[in-house]
């Protein structure tokens, strides 16, 4: 029997997986609450030095007419749609739960993290990242236990992508886009997401690269089913940084563009 495609539900998770209403994997606030602040240094992330209020980065926004329209409709979007959403969803699969969810799915993309350290030449933070994969796969039950947490030389390890490898390579960030639902970003690390996600385990359902008669073998149910929870797992962490960006902003549309430069920039550097 020929294979069903995958639900628009599916589809539509796999799309708000790259979002990042913020450009990211996950941006954040100038000033973020306490529980951003708390998300935030259990994903390795450090507030206080990425989100200090100095001068307004440079940014290049040719097209601000348009992406302002498309903000506006992602604002919607996130807030009357993708939120309602998550909260349903954590109604039925509690937050410990969830937070297991996204500590599996944070192991699984390991290789994305291994390749741009090496990419980069950081060949100690690629050990140190395999280190990290070996604790959390064997002592914390494939991945769902963050057993690093425990360990201090893994525990806050910097995480690395495509689009931090072009920056240390001198590539430009570029004109400054924001698309629907995906968010705001530049255009380096829009590609950077599309090399990541070859790179990543989570995405190679959807890439027809390489030889994968395992995952062809999943019925289309559990490929959905693995698409939703990875994106819903992640989902409160990034619209509650996209809404700590957005308070008590005068305008919002620059708020959310100057914090998410800021993060690329302060990531990109370490």
Do not use: C
Request: proline fraction near 7%.
């Amino acid at each position: 029997m020929q294979r069903s495609s995958p639900s628009l539900l599916a589809l539509a998770a796999l799309v708000v997986a790259f979002a990042a209403p913020a450009p990211i994997t996950r941006a954040q606030n100038m000033t973020p609450v306490s529980g951003a602040s708390a998300a935030s240094a259990e994903a390795g992330f450090d507030d206080d030095d990425d989100y200090d209020d100095y001068a307004p980065p440079a940014i290049s926004d040719p097209v601000e007419g348009f992406n302002r329209r498309v903000f506006a409709f992602n604002d919607w979007a996130y807030t009357r749609v993708i939120d309602p959403a998550v909260k349903g969803y954590e109604f039925v699969v509690r937050p410990p739960v969830n937070r297991a969810i996204g500590n599996f799915y944070d192991n699984a993309r390991y290789p994305v993290r291994l390749v741009n350290s090496l990419l980069q030449g950081k060949f100690r933070r690629a050990d140190l990242e395999t280190r990290k994969f070996v604790v959390n796969t064997l002592g914390g039950l494939g991945g769902f236990i963050r057993q690093s947490e425990n360990v201090p030389l893994l525990a806050r390890l910097p995480r690395e992508d495509f689009g931090q490898t072009l920056g240390v390579w001198g590539v430009p960030h570029g004109p400054y886009v924001v698309l629907p639902i995906l968010g705001g970003s530049s255009l380096r690390d829009v590609g950077g997401r599309v090399a990541d996600s070859v790179v990543s385990p989570t995405g190679w359902e959807y890439i027809d690269l390489g030889n994968r008669e395992w995952m062809g073998a999943l019925s289309w149910e559990w490929q959905s089913a693995i698409t939703v929870t990875d994106t819903m797992s992640s989902l409160p962490f990034v619209l509650q940084l996209y809404a700590d960006m957005k308070a008590s902003a005068v305008d919002p549309y620059l708020s959310v563009r100057d914090a998410t430069r800021r993060y690329r920039d302060a990531a990109t550097a370490r």
